[in-house]
């Protein structure tokens, strides 16, 4: 091989570069706070007692946290026994087993915060624009006490809202072509999200849209730089990559701002007599107003600043995980083969329903849609964004943990957590677990009567929106994510149309999701077949 200048140049500078890693490293180790005593129970990924061991286990935790979180299941969690995994921040997962779920979930918000360890996970200090958006999430309030209440008119909106987006997005040519599955599924989510947070014109505003979702994507940027950077750094680091943030908070309120103001307007007017209720637009501007109105709270909670904040957060929540699902559950579906069948068989329970139910969609009617519902259950079984449930220790004297076999205290600042993308693939529980079988979860379906009988209640327990010790996509407890209620339907609705208005083609096989450290997403650059159906169902 022949000796290129560059290649001279290289080596010279490879001292220097080392000297600064090492310099870096040394920082990084004698920097580092004092660690608070630990449980004596067992590591994954700390290769030794060794002075220095801990410090590079913590260092490579970033890369390796989702494969050692896989070893401690199996060596430890599925034989009842808690272990520690290092994590990037510097805190440790204290890792219990599944069993120990339900007094995990038992802890007081002041003993086991999940507030504060959200707020810490996803670089609330940096990215948010409000610091107490994470740990006071008054919109997770709003939307767990209406979403559900809401049906006929937040549903005929978001129907029609899939529908104009995935003509435009997917086109309506009846020839076969390609289209990108994740950016379109990320396109498709943010306008029928907004649809529901701001309804219309602004859920098809393109710059409101834009920063909307620029906002969202630089908070998991903010998460990932501040996980990577060392703890003396963090702050840096943190201001530096979350700074973006505060200019399209900006660009956001220019739209959002007038839009509250007048709704604050639309209120006083009721007040005074001199309005109907029925004037109100279904949003979730309405739903904050009238909640803090009806709660007696006459604080920040009815500031224009602060609703504004509480939507981008929302956006948050209600954007990033639900396209990611929709990607996944596409190319798992199309990645199946045609000898599946599985678009053939969702797309005749689509149509079935549908046409069934006077061609318009309820809370009710989309509970009909088993298959549909299995699919995207099992996808999100397969490979969910939150591999761990977690809690933050509260109290100076930290936790003493449950009563049994073990007995140890996590000091302050620790996180408790359970292992949920390994319960996901256990073969105890899944029978062939890392295999996609779409309708896993619709077979006690088959033959069911009654909405009365052992076998409905069981498939409601099997549901996509039921959470359980043994499937914990949406989380667990009191703590389990309010807005899974609007990701169904939205799923549900969008997988329809889809299929209802589209042919779609089969893929020779699944393309492998991009994969680095715990970042594990669909292949962004994947694309699928379609072609605009000559005969529609809708």
């Not at 969690?77 to 520690?84: C, D, E, T």
């Amino acid at each position: 091989m022949a000796i290129t200048t560059d290649s001279l140049l290289a080596l010279e500078r490879t001292p220097a570069m080392l000297t600064t890693l090492a310099l870096a490293v040394a920082a990084y180790l004698l920097l580092a706070p004092k660690a608070r005593p630990l449980p004596d129970i067992p590591w994954v990924g700390r290769p030794s007692r060794l002075p220095g061991a801990e410090a590079w286990a913590t260092l490579a935790s970033f890369i390796k946290r989702r494969q050692w979180f896989a070893e401690g299941y199996e060596k430890y969690s599925r034989h009842g026994k808690s272990f520690i995994v290092p994590h990037p921040m510097g805190e440790k997962h204290i890792t219990l087993p599944p069993d120990k779920l339900g007094w995990l979930l038992e802890q007081p918000d002041h003993v086991a915060s999940a507030a504060d360890f959200h707020y810490e996970i996803l670089a609330g200090r940096y990215a948010w624009t409000d610091r107490g958006l994470n740990r006071d999430p008054f919109h997770e309030h709003v939307i767990h006490k209406y979403i559900v209440r809401k049906d006929a008119k937040l549903l005929a909106g978001m129907w029609d809202e899939i529908g104009v987006a995935v003509d435009e997005l997917w086109g309506t040519s009846p020839d076969w072509h390609d289209v990108r599955v994740l950016d379109t599924a990320e396109e498709l989510i943010l306008r029928v999200v907004n649809r529901a947070l701001v309804g219309l014109p602004l859920c098809r505003n393109k710059d409101y849209l834009s920063h909307t979702n620029l906002f969202t994507t630089n908070v998991l940027l903010c998460t990932f730089a501040t996980q990577l950077a060392p703890r003396f750094l963090r702050d840096a680091v943190g201001y530096a990559v979350g700074a973006p943030n505060y200019w399209h908070y900006r660009r956001c309120a220019h739209w959002t701002l007038p839009l509250i103001r007048e709704r604050l307007a639309m209120f006083a007017q009721i007040d005074e007599g001199s309005l109907s209720t029925d004037a109100l637009p279904e949003d979730y501007i309405t739903w904050h107003i009238a909640l803090a109105r009806a709660e007696g709270r006459t604080g920040h909670e009815l500031e224009p600043d602060f609703i504004a904040r509480s939507l981008l957060a929302l956006e948050f929540a209600a954007i990033k995980t639900p396209a990611a699902t929709l990607a996944r559950v596409l190319l798992d579906v199309c990645g199946s083969g045609p000898e599946s069948g599985y678009l053939e068989r969702l797309r005749d329970e689509a149509a079935t329903v549908y046409t069934k139910h006077d061609k318009s969609w309820s809370k009710q009617t989309l509970r009909h849609m088993a298959l549909a519902d299995s699919a995207i259950r099992e996808s999100m079984r397969l490979t969910s964004l939150l591999f761990a449930l977690g809690r933050k220790v509260v109290p100076a004297e930290g936790v003493r943990g449950p009563d049994g076999a073990e007995s140890w205290v996590a000091p302050q600042g620790s996180y408790l957590t359970i292992n949920a993308a390994d319960r996901h693939l256990d073969p105890d529980l899944y029978p062939d677990p890392t295999r996609f079988d779409a309708f896993r979860f619709a077979r006690v379906h088959e033959g069911q009567g009654k909405e009365t009988n052992q076998e409905y209640l069981q498939a409601r327990r099997l549901g996509m929106t039921s959470t359980s010790k043994d499937f914990l996509a949406f989380g667990h407890g009191r703590h389990a994510c309010p807005g899974r209620f609007l990701v169904e339907q939205m799923l549900k609705m969008l997988m329809a149309y889809m299929l209802m208005h589209y042919d779609i083609g089969y893929l020779p096989a699944r393309p492998e999701n991009f994969v680095l450290g715990p970042i594990n997403v669909p292949p962004p650059k994947a694309t699928i077949k379609v072609r605009r159906r000559e005969k529609t169902e809708a």
